[in-house]
Nanobody, 124 residues
Protein backbone atom coordinates (compact mmCIF):
# COMPACT_ATOMS: atom_id res chain seq x y z
CA UNK A 1 0.00 0.00 0.00
CA UNK A 2 1.19 3.49 -0.84
CA UNK A 3 0.12 6.64 0.97
CA UNK A 4 0.54 9.97 -0.77
CA UNK A 5 0.39 13.38 0.91
CA UNK A 6 0.42 16.59 -1.10
CA UNK A 7 1.54 19.95 0.23
CA UNK A 8 2.44 23.39 -1.03
CA UNK A 9 -0.90 24.59 -2.28
CA UNK A 10 -2.28 28.02 -1.46
CA UNK A 11 -3.39 31.36 -2.78
CA UNK A 12 -1.19 33.19 -5.27
CA UNK A 13 -1.62 36.10 -7.64
CA UNK A 14 -1.59 35.60 -11.38
CA UNK A 15 1.97 35.40 -12.67
CA UNK A 16 3.23 33.95 -9.42
CA UNK A 17 4.71 30.56 -8.60
CA UNK A 18 4.04 27.64 -6.32
CA UNK A 19 5.85 24.39 -5.70
CA UNK A 20 3.80 21.35 -4.83
CA UNK A 21 5.30 18.35 -3.11
CA UNK A 22 4.01 14.80 -2.85
CA UNK A 23 5.52 12.68 -0.14
CA UNK A 24 5.01 8.94 -0.28
CA UNK A 25 5.11 6.35 2.44
CA UNK A 26 4.47 2.65 2.65
CA UNK A 27 6.67 1.67 -0.26
CA UNK A 28 9.58 3.11 -2.14
CA UNK A 29 8.49 4.92 -5.27
CA UNK A 30 11.61 4.19 -7.23
CA UNK A 31 9.71 1.88 -9.62
CA UNK A 32 6.49 3.87 -9.76
CA UNK A 33 5.27 6.27 -12.40
CA UNK A 34 3.97 9.45 -10.77
CA UNK A 35 1.42 11.93 -11.98
CA UNK A 36 -0.02 15.28 -11.00
CA UNK A 37 -3.70 15.81 -11.78
CA UNK A 38 -6.03 18.69 -11.15
CA UNK A 39 -9.76 19.10 -10.89
CA UNK A 40 -11.62 22.37 -11.05
CA UNK A 41 -15.26 22.68 -9.95
CA UNK A 42 -17.58 21.17 -12.53
CA UNK A 43 -14.72 19.78 -14.60
CA UNK A 44 -13.15 16.38 -15.05
CA UNK A 45 -9.89 15.49 -13.40
CA UNK A 46 -7.07 16.04 -15.87
CA UNK A 47 -3.43 15.07 -15.96
CA UNK A 48 -1.15 18.09 -15.95
CA UNK A 49 2.18 16.25 -15.65
CA UNK A 50 3.61 12.79 -15.22
CA UNK A 51 7.06 11.30 -14.83
CA UNK A 52 8.61 7.90 -15.43
CA UNK A 53 9.97 6.00 -12.45
CA UNK A 54 13.52 6.83 -13.54
CA UNK A 55 12.81 10.48 -14.23
CA UNK A 56 14.03 10.00 -17.79
CA UNK A 57 10.70 10.82 -19.40
CA UNK A 58 8.00 13.33 -18.63
CA UNK A 59 4.58 14.29 -19.91
CA UNK A 60 2.85 17.68 -19.75
CA UNK A 61 -0.66 18.69 -20.60
CA UNK A 62 -0.92 21.29 -23.34
CA UNK A 63 -2.29 23.93 -20.97
CA UNK A 64 0.80 23.83 -18.72
CA UNK A 65 3.65 23.17 -21.14
CA UNK A 66 6.48 25.63 -20.62
CA UNK A 67 5.10 26.76 -17.24
CA UNK A 68 5.06 23.63 -15.05
CA UNK A 69 7.92 21.25 -14.31
CA UNK A 70 7.60 17.82 -12.71
CA UNK A 71 10.56 16.25 -10.95
CA UNK A 72 11.22 13.50 -8.46
CA UNK A 73 13.70 12.58 -5.78
CA UNK A 74 13.50 8.83 -5.31
CA UNK A 75 15.87 8.96 -2.36
CA UNK A 76 13.33 11.16 -0.56
CA UNK A 77 10.31 9.33 -1.97
CA UNK A 78 8.99 12.69 -3.12
CA UNK A 79 7.66 14.16 -6.33
CA UNK A 80 7.43 17.86 -7.06
CA UNK A 81 5.47 20.14 -9.34
CA UNK A 82 6.99 23.55 -9.92
CA UNK A 83 4.30 25.88 -11.24
CA UNK A 84 5.34 29.19 -12.75
CA UNK A 85 3.45 31.95 -14.53
CA UNK A 86 0.26 30.84 -12.86
CA UNK A 87 -3.07 31.85 -14.36
CA UNK A 88 -6.54 32.05 -12.81
CA UNK A 89 -7.52 29.04 -14.93
CA UNK A 90 -4.94 26.96 -13.03
CA UNK A 91 -7.18 27.20 -9.97
CA UNK A 92 -8.10 23.66 -8.93
CA UNK A 93 -7.47 20.92 -6.42
CA UNK A 94 -4.20 19.25 -7.34
CA UNK A 95 -3.74 15.53 -6.76
CA UNK A 96 -0.69 13.33 -6.74
CA UNK A 97 -1.01 9.79 -8.08
CA UNK A 98 1.21 6.73 -8.32
CA UNK A 99 1.24 3.40 -10.11
CA UNK A 100 3.72 0.57 -10.42
CA UNK A 101 4.19 0.89 -14.18
CA UNK A 102 7.17 1.42 -16.48
CA UNK A 103 5.01 3.52 -18.77
CA UNK A 104 3.65 7.00 -18.00
CA UNK A 105 -0.13 6.87 -17.71
CA UNK A 106 -1.92 10.13 -18.42
CA UNK A 107 -5.46 9.20 -17.42
CA UNK A 108 -7.02 8.69 -14.01
CA UNK A 109 -7.63 5.03 -14.83
CA UNK A 110 -3.90 4.52 -15.20
CA UNK A 111 -3.14 5.22 -11.54
CA UNK A 112 -3.75 3.09 -8.49
CA UNK A 113 -2.86 5.33 -5.55
CA UNK A 114 -4.07 8.88 -4.92
CA UNK A 115 -3.44 11.61 -2.42
CA UNK A 116 -6.13 13.74 -0.82
CA UNK A 117 -5.32 16.80 -2.86
CA UNK A 118 -4.17 20.34 -2.20
CA UNK A 119 -6.02 23.49 -3.21
CA UNK A 120 -4.36 25.96 -5.56
CA UNK A 121 -6.11 29.27 -6.07
CA UNK A 122 -4.80 31.87 -8.50
CA UNK A 123 -6.28 35.34 -8.20
CA UNK A 124 -6.46 37.75 -11.11
Amino acid sequence: QVQLVESGGGLVQAGGSLRLSCAASGRTLSRYAMGWFRQAPGKERECVAAIKWSGSRTYYGDSVKGRFTISRDNAKNTVYLQMNSLKPEDTAVYYCAAVDNIAIPTTTRGYKYWGQGTQVTVSS
